[in-house]
């Protein structure tokens, strides 16, 4: 069985030299900290498998400070995904293969049932190269401890491939073909053409470059933390990372160095040629899909054994250098996600894990009811700063719905054009969240409905433009065309808020937007959350459910 850990965020620039500030910044009492989602108590962050039963996260973590040359593997545990415990790091740098820091990586299972890891070592002259690790003790159901192997490195960039020794990064999760051979894949570039290169070992220990990758496209740059699995037609259950048949699809997910964000394409293996060959043509920029449209960046799935495919992203800071110093800690981990293929057969479909809702409290429920244009109803008697919310709503009016300009074809562009405060037909409508009480500030994610000829576009929005007060943050809106036909669906909208992070899933899981956001004023008890309509049609709301949160135990 192939199970992979999420792949470990590379080192963020920006904060070298500032180690010894964010040791000494306190995480106490933060109105940003995060209370369910997955942080360390400091320092920089950014990986999972299931072994006898436990959850191991890895994650790259920078116990000193982010300094070059001390990042290591972080690890905790947990029963349920949810509620972790620490454990010392898992893989730090100790050997000439890794000696300038232990990068990204992941986890495959033996069919023996032994983890190993492959991981990326930075070498004396800071090349890249795959390094592979084993557990001290496999007895030890939380694998505290993990030997390395005396033959790393593994694989190496070289003359013959081309590959300049810094873009040779992030080894997947392996996965055995018929013929008996092991296959993984590293992130590369030659130029400006983002590769997928593939490897072939027997014993998992020596390793033989294929004479292609698995995939590669033109000017699309460097391809960090790839991520290649099967996902089965027409069902959402998962499946393990080496099962190849007739009811299978492939994906190919590749995090892009030059945007920082996540794609992927829908498609067939050809396992007797190792070629990926996607369903709708070139990788090229109109072609792919995301899984998030928002902060959300070098991804990784993995198969848990309960017929789920889980999916962890890394969620990076809205907030100033100066300001992440002061907080002591930056980036946080999203919810996990399970993920299948829509019955479509053309993208994904997402939704957190059911786990998370061990945390709920206080549901508070709304009645069936009109949403008039122009109206904003508060949602009380749930904790605004940390909640979970899922709305229901019914459009009738759709005669109202703005033409859509065939020039419109960004979703993102198009929502910070027409954001949450500007007026239309169907919409903007939706969920005002970590908002104040006088609305100075607010996160928006809502939905817009246009016409085009003769159907109806959805585009689902997430507007930061009024989080916050401080003008240092980020406040990108981000935007996502949503494949729901209003005309005979209802369209849903759940967001999952944690102080400073909004998680929101449009259309049942269709498309995701995750939001970092910093309000000055809606924090802890200010905060608030209501529906709104800003739109001049009216929308019916069917069901609107609100819980407040919990705290989870992360240690």
Not at 10 to 23: A, D, K, R, T
Not at 26 to 44: E, G, I, M, V
Not at 276 to 284: A, E, L, R, V, Y
Not at 349 to 361: A, D, F, G, S, T
Request: aromatic share 10%.
């Amino acid at each position: 069985m192939a199970v992979s850990s999420k792949c470990l965020l590379l080192f963020i620039s920006l904060l070298l030299g500032y180690g010894v500030l964010l040791l000494e910044a306190t995480a106490d009492s933060q109105p940003y900290r995060t209370s369910y989602h997955f942080q360390p108590p400091k320092n920089w962050m950014n990986g999972p498998m299931l072994y006898k039963g436990i959850y191991h996260l890895f994650f790259q973590y920078n116990p000193k400070g982010a300094v070059r040359g001390h990042k290591v593997w972080g690890h905790s545990t947990s029963t349920d995904l949810v509620n972790w415990n620490p454990h010392e790091a898992a893989i730090y740098p100790s050997q000439q293969s890794d000696i300038n820091g232990c990068w990204s990586g992941s986890i495959t299972i033996l069919p023996e049932g032994q983890p190993v890891i492959l991981y990326t070592g930075i070498d004396p002259n800071n090349h890249q190269v795959q390094n592979l690790a084993m557990p001290k003790n496999l007895s030890d159901p939380f694998l505290r401890e993990w030997v390395k192997s005396q033959d790393s490195p593994l694989m190496a960039p070289n003359s013959y491939n081309k590959i300049n020794s810094s873009s040779f990064r992030d080894p997947t999760t392996g996965w055995l073909g018929r013929d008996g051979y092991w296959r993984v894949i590293i992130g590369s570039k030659i130029n400006q053409k983002g590769l997928a290169i593939l490897y072939k070992s027997k014993d998992f220990v020596h390793w033989e470059e294929a004479k292609k990758p698995l995939y590669s496209s033109k000017k699309s740059g460097m391809w960090e933390c790839p991520d290649f699995y099967p996902v089965l037609i027409k069902s959402p259950l998962g499946i393990d990372t080496s099962i190849d048949g007739p009811n299978t699809k492939h994906v190919l997910k590749v995090s892009l160095d030059d945007t920082k964000h996540d794609y992927y394409k829908i498609g067939s293996y050809n396992q007797d040629k190792d070629i990926f060959i996607p369903d709708n043509g070139p990788f090229h920029k109109n072609s792919r899909l995301r899984y998030d449209y928002g902060k959300f960046y070098a991804s990784k799935t993995f198969f848990e054994g309960k017929h789920r495919r889980i999916l962890w992203g890394w969620v990076n800071e809205s907030s100033s250098v100066e300001d992440d110093i002061k907080k002591g800690w930056s980036g946080v981990q999203a919810i996990p996600r399970s993920i299948w293929l829509d019955n479509s057969g053309k993208q994904l479909v997402q939704w957190p894990i059911k786990e998370i809702e061990m945390l709920r409290l206080k549901e508070v429920n709304l009645p069936k009811q009109v949403l008039k244009g122009g109206s904003v109803l508060e949602v009380s008697g749930v904790t605004a700063a940390q909640a979970d919310v899922i709305i229901t709503f019914e459009i009738t009016e759709l005669g109202k719905a703005e033409v859509l300009d065939p020039s419109w074809t960004d979703p993102q562009l198009l929502c910070s054009r027409k954001g949450a405060s500007v007026k239309g037909g169907i919409g903007p409508f939706g969920l005002l969240v970590l908002a104040s009480k006088g609305l100075q500030e607010y996160t928006a994610v809502f939905y817009r409905i246009f016409k085009s000829h003769s159907k109806f576009v959805v585009l689902m929005c997430s507007d930061q433009s009024r989080s916050s007060s401080n003008n240092e943050n980020d406040e990108t809106t981000y935007g996502a065309f949503v494949d729901v036909d209003p005309v005979h669906e209802k369209l849903s909208l759940r967001s999952l808020i944690d102080h400073s992070i909004v998680e929101s899933f449009g259309g049942e899981g269709k498309a995701c937007i995750t939001a970092r956001v910093y309000p000055t004023l809606a924090t802890d008890a200010e905060a608030h959350l209501y529906a709104f309509n800003n739109g001049t049609g009216n929308v019916g709301i069917i069901t609107l459910s609100a819980w407040s949160m919990k705290k989870a135990q992360i240690n």
